[in-house]
């Protein structure tokens, strides 16, 4: 038997994280599936689309999750618990999180495949997640202690580099010098 016809026996022939009959495909789960169908689910485009790109996702399609979520297979438990933490922003999510029970493996398994929820991102002023060499724009004149002079709104700083212990702050050239700046005050360009 296929791993594709073992899942389809598993999940009756429905999508396991939406119920849905239609468009269904084996979906490894990372980071180490070995391919099998105990590290596999089967699911439909819809949700292995918006699973693979966080870009396309669509809250209120995973709302499916509050009736899906009790499933007793951990692949399934594992992406289940995957996008409420994705989602947990939105507020329903979170409820859905605090009812959901993993084994300590099974949890294990499910973080091992998302960022660091402690690890920090830098956030410019329009939202948007800057990376070390990025090139930003200041959108306000900002006066530079100890340097004695403004940085004027509108300056390019390109090649930032990230402050790795706090968020809030980027290292960039303004004048020739080095200076620390506030993430609020730019914007990625």
């Not at 660091?116 to 990376?131: E, F, M, Q, R, Y």
């Not at 968020?167 to 020739?176: D, M, P, W």
Request: glycine residues 6%.
């Amino acid at each position: 038997m296929s791993v594709q016809e073992e899942l389809e026996a598993r999940s009756e022939s429905k999508c396991e994280m939406c119920d849905m009959s239609r468009s269904l495909n084996v979906f490894e789960v990372p980071p180490t599936s070995n391919g099998s169908a105990d590290e596999s689910i089967i699911a439909c485009s819809t949700c292995i689309e918006q699973i693979e790109d966080p870009e396309k996702t669509d809250p209120n399609h995973w709302r499916c999750l509050n009736d899906t979520m009790w499933s007793q297979v951990p692949a399934v438990q594992v992406m289940i618990w995957r996008m409420l933490s994705r989602l947990k922003s939105e507020g329903w999510p979170m409820d859905l999180l605090d009812m959901l029970y993993l084994e300590e493996d099974t949890l294990t398994w499910a973080k091992s495949g998302t960022d660091d929820d402690n690890a920090i991102k830098h956030i410019d002023s329009n939202g948007v997640v800057l990376s070390a060499g990025d090139s930003v724009v200041l959108i306000k004149d900002l006066n530079v202690k100890g340097a004695g002079f403004t940085a004027k709104r509108g300056t390019a700083v390109r090649n930032i580099n990230l402050v790795h212990d706090n968020a809030e702050h980027i290292e960039g050239k303004v004048n020739g010098q080095t200076i620390v700046i506030l993430t609020q005050f730019v914007k990625k360009y």
